[in-house]
C-alpha cells in the first residue's frame, strides 16, 4: 500500500475514532460550544441563520463580525471571505433583521472607510470564535482584531504592524445618525436610529468609546464622503468617525465600548459600571465564568465527542434571546427605553423574540432552568402592556407585524403554573384577556379576526384573513392557556368556561373526509379545492400535514376526530413515508422552509420550522412511545451537528435549539401550559440538571450507546414509572431517573391509557 494513502487511512480512523470516544466529564462547557454553528446559511437555504454572537447570556448587546452589506439580515455568513466591521446587534434573526446597530473597523495604509473599501479578506482557519471572546487576522490590513464583552459593554484589543497609517473606523449606519471625536479624552460618542420590523418612538442606540492611545488624525464622514475642514461633530442620514495613529509591530491598541437606549450618560455608566478598571483579559475570564456557570446548569456525560459539541452549542443558543433591554441608572434602579412613549421608565423591559417559535420550547426550558430570569421577562411584559396597551407577539423591540396567534398567552400562563411569583400577574391576567377579545394596533399583536373567532368559533378562510386555519388552531392553544390561568387565579366560573369552551374550538377546523385540518369558509363550507401538501393560504409556514398536529392541550380529542389510536398512528407514520411533494402555488415559488422539507429526505417532517416540531412525542398518547424514542433519536443524529451547516433551517431565538435539547435529555413539553413533559428516551449516560432552587435531576442511561436508543424500563427515584410523562412540580422537588436502554423496542410499556399524558378529552 502507498505510504501517503496508509496515512490517510490512519488519520481517517483516528479522527472517526475521536468523535466516536465518550466524553466523561464536561467541566469548561463554554468550550465546547460552536457559535459557528448554522452559519453557512443564505436566503434560500438555512442551515440556521445565524451568526456567532458574541456576548452574555441574555445581554443587552452581542458583537459580530461583519461580512454582509451594511443592512443586511445575513450579517455573517459562513461562506464569505471579507469582513466588513465588528458589528453590535440585536438582530435575532436575518428575517428580523437588526436594531440599534454600529459598527468597529481598523484598518491600514490608506484612510479607507466606505464598507466596500475597508473589507478585508479572512480565513476560518485565522478565526477564533467563542461565546465570550472572538478573534481573527485581517490579511488586507495585517490586523489581528479581538473582541470581549460584558451585558452592555465590550473590549477591544487590536494589534497592529508598523505603519504611520494606522486607523479605527466607526460607522453608525445610514438611517439617521450622529458622531462626535473628542481627541481631547481620547473619545467618540454617537448614536444610530437604524431599526427595523418595528417603529420604536424616538428611538437612538448611544455608544460611548474610549482608546488607550491618542489619536494623530481625527475626521468624520458621511455616506462616501470625508468631511471637509476639521469638522468633528456630524449628524447625517450615515455619519461615521475615523481616527488614526502611528504604530509599531505588535502594538496592541484597546477599545473600552458601551452603549444604551437611555441617554450617552447612561450609557458612560455602563462602561463604568461593567468594564470598570478591568483590562481585557479580564473582562475576557469574567465573561468566560459568567457562560460557564449558565451552561454548567447542565452536565451531560457518556456522549460522543460531536453530540457533546452539538449539546452545549445549542444550549448556547437557547439562553441568548431575548435581549435584557433594561439598564441600571445612577440610583441602581432598573430602567429602560420604552419603544412605545421614547421615554424612559422603570422596571424591566426585554426584547428580540418571536411567541410563535418560542412559546413551544424555549420558555418551558426556562421556566425549568432558568425561571429567575424569566420572572423579569414576565415584568417586562407587563412594562410592554402599560407603556404599549398590548403584549407583544414579535418584540423588536416594539410590536413587529410578523408570524399569527396569540401565545403571549402561553408564555404568560406557564410561567405561573409553574411557580414563577413576585410580580403583578393580575395585570398581565388582564393583558391576557385584552389581547384575547381585540384585534391589535398591527395584525400581529392581539387577534387578527377576532370577531369571526370569537362568534363562529374559526376565522373563516373567505374574508380575507391571511394563515385563517393556522390563527384558529393557535387561538384554541391559546384560550386553553388563559383557561388554565385563570383556574388558578380563582377567576369567576363563567369565564373560566368561557376559555374552555374555546379551547375546543380546534374542532370546527378538522375534516374527517379527508382526516386534515382544513380552512373552512364564513357559511361553514370547507375550503375548496384543498391538498394538505399546500404551504401558507390556510396555514403559516407550513401545509395541513404539518399543523393538523397543532392540538397541544387534546391529543386525544385529536385522536377521537381521527377515529381512534390506529388510525392516529398510520397518520403519524405517514409524515414520515409520504414523499416531501409540494404546492408553493400560494408563494409562487419554493420558499426556503418548504426547501429544507423537501432535501431533508424525511417525507413530510419539516423540522426546520416550528409547527411539527412536537409531532413526534405524540405517539406517546397512542401507546407507541417507542416510535417516539426512534425518531427523536433520528432527527438529533441526522439534523443537529456543531458545524456551520448544523441546523435543517431557521434556529429562531433558541426554539430548535431548545427541541435539541430538551430532546438529549429524554423528555418535551408538547403542552407548555400543562404541567407535563412527554417523554422519550435520553441521548447521554448522565446528565444532572443542576435547578436553580438547589435541587438535582439525575438522568442516567449507563446502557445508552447508538443501538441501544429505547427505553425498556424507567425507574422513578427507584420506583418503576410506567408513565409517558414526567411532572413539572415533581421534577422541581429533585428527582434520580434511572433509564434501561436496549437496541430493540420494548412495545409494552406506555401502552395503557393510565401512561398516556394529559389531554382535555377522554378516550372514546
Known sequence: MNKNIWLSLVALLFGAAACAQQVTRVTDPAEWVNPLMGTDSKPDLSNGNTYPAIGLPWGMNYW??????????????????????????????????????????????KMKFDQDARASW?????????????????ADHDVTAELTTTERAAQFQFSYPKSDSSFIVIDAL????????????????????????SKPVNFKNYFVIYTDKAFSIAKTWHGKTLAGGDSLELTNNHAGAIIGFKTTRGEKVHLRVASSLISFEQAELNLKRELGSDDFEATKQKAHTAWNKVLSRLQVEGGTVDQTRTFYSCLYRTVMFPNKLYEVDAQNKVVHYSPYTGKTMPGYKFAGTGF?????????????????????????????????????????????????????????????????????????????????????????????????????????????????????????????????????LNRPQAEVDLYKKRSQNYRNLFDKSTGFMRGKNKDGSFQSPFSPFKWGDAFTEGNSWHYSWSVFHDVQGLINLMGGENKFVTK?????????????????????????????????????????????????????????????????????????????GDEDNGQTSAWYVFSALGFYPVCPASDQYVLGAPLFKKVTLNLENGKTVNINAPANSASNKYVSKLMYNGKPHSYNWLSHKALLNGAKLDFSMQATPNKTKGTKDTDYPFSMSARQ
Not at 479572512?122 to 481573527?136: L, Q
Request: hydrophobic residues 35%; contains cysteine; negative net charge.
Open 64 to 109: 459580530s463580525p461583519q461580512t454582509g452589506n451594511m443592512g443586511n439580515g445575513w450579517m455573517y455568513t459562513y461562506a464569505a471571505d471579507k469582513i466588513r466591521g465588528f458589528k453590535q446587534t440585536h438582530q435575532p434573526s436575518p428575517w428580523m433583521n437588526d436594531y440599534g446597530q454600529f459598527a468597529i473597523m481598523p484598518v491600514t495604509g
Open 122 to 138: 479572512f480565513s476560518h482557519k485565522a478565526e477564533v470564535s467563542k461565546p465570550y471572546y472572538y478573534s481573527v487576522y485581517l
Open 174 to 197: 445610514d438611517k439617521g445618525s450622529y458622531i462626535k471625536v473628542i481627541p481631547a479624552e481620547n473619545k467618540i460618542i454617537g448614536y444610530t436610529t437604524r431599526a427595523a420590523r
Open 356 to 488: 410563535w417559535d418560542t412559546f413551544r420550547a424555549l420558555y418551558p426550558f426556562l421556566n425549568l432552568m432558568y425561571p429567575s430570569i424569566n420572572k423579569e421577562m414576565q415584568q417586562g411584559l407587563i412594562s410592554d402592556y402599560v407603556e404599549g396597551g398590548w403584549l407583544p407577539e414579535w418584540s423588536s423591540p416594539g410590536y413587529a407585524d410578523i408570524m399569527v396567534g396569540n401565545n403571549s398567552a402561553s408564555v404568560v400562563a406557564e410561567a405561573y403554573l409553574k411557580g414563577a411569583r413576585g410580580y403583578d400577574i393580575n395585570k398581565l391576567y388582564e393583558a391576557l384577556l385584552h389581547g384575547a377579545n381585540n384585534e391589535g394596533p398591527v395584525s400581529a399583536t392581539g387577534r387578527y379576526g377576532v370577531k369571526y373567532y370569537n362568534e363562529l368559533g374559526y376565522v373563516p378562510y373567505d374574508v380575507k384573513i391571511n394563515e385563517n386555519a393556522a390563527r384558529t388552531l393557535e387561538y384554541a392553544y391559546d384560550d386553553f392557556a388563559i383557561y388554565q390561568l385563570a383556574k388558578e
Open 572 to 648: 403519524l407514520d405517514s409524515v414520515f413515508s409520504v414523499p416531501p411533494i409540494f404546492d408553493d402555488s400560494y408563494y409562487g415559488g419554493v420558499i426556503h422552509e418548504i426547501r429544507e422539507m423537501q432535501i431533508m429526505n424525511m417525507g413530510q417532517y419539516a423540522h426546520g420550522n416550528q409547527p411539527i416540531q412536537h409531532m413526534i412525542y405524540l405517539y406517546n398518547y397512542a401507546g407507541q412511545p417507542w416510535k417516539t424514542q426512534y425518531w427523536a433519536r433520528e432527527v438529533m443524529n441526522r439534523l443537529y451537528k456543531a458545524t456551520p451547516d448544523g441546523y435543517c
